[in-house]
Nanobody, 114 residues
């Protein structure tokens, strides 16, 4: 069973780009606002961006203008395009509902080197 499966992380240099993908079970994804969460080393997990089923987006100030969230409602998939990456973007990225959280997936590690 799929639940939430994140992929696409890696090691990039300052200013680089990464594209994350999330495959979700229909029961988790369909009709729900979804978000990308980041857990930096030694920090709590935080929501960095979210998107409603109709495509309305929200971004934390720290990523606004650099990250773009999108979703494919037919594929139950969530995406995150991350550009102009900074070392403070380093962390494990998770997808989940914005509200009414489901069980967390394993996340995908992003490391930005300076």
């Amino acid at each position: 069973q799929v639940q939430l499966v994140e992929s696409g992380g890696g090691l990039v240099q300052l200013g680089g780009s990464l594209r994350l993908s999330c495959a979700a079970s229909e029961s988790i994804f369909d009709g729900w606002a979804m978000g990308w969460y980041r857990q930096a080393p030694g920090a709590q997990r935080e929501l960095v961006t979210a998107i409603t089923p109709s495509g309305t987006t929200w971004y934390a100030e720290s990523v606004k203008g650099r990250f773009t969230i999108s979703r494919d409602n037919l594929k139950n998939a969530l995406y995150l395009q991350m550009n102009s990456l900074k070392p403070e973007d380093t962390g494990v990225y998770y997808c989940n509902r914005r509200d009414s959280l489901s069980a967390w997936g394993q996340g995908t590690q992003d490391t930005v080197s300076s």
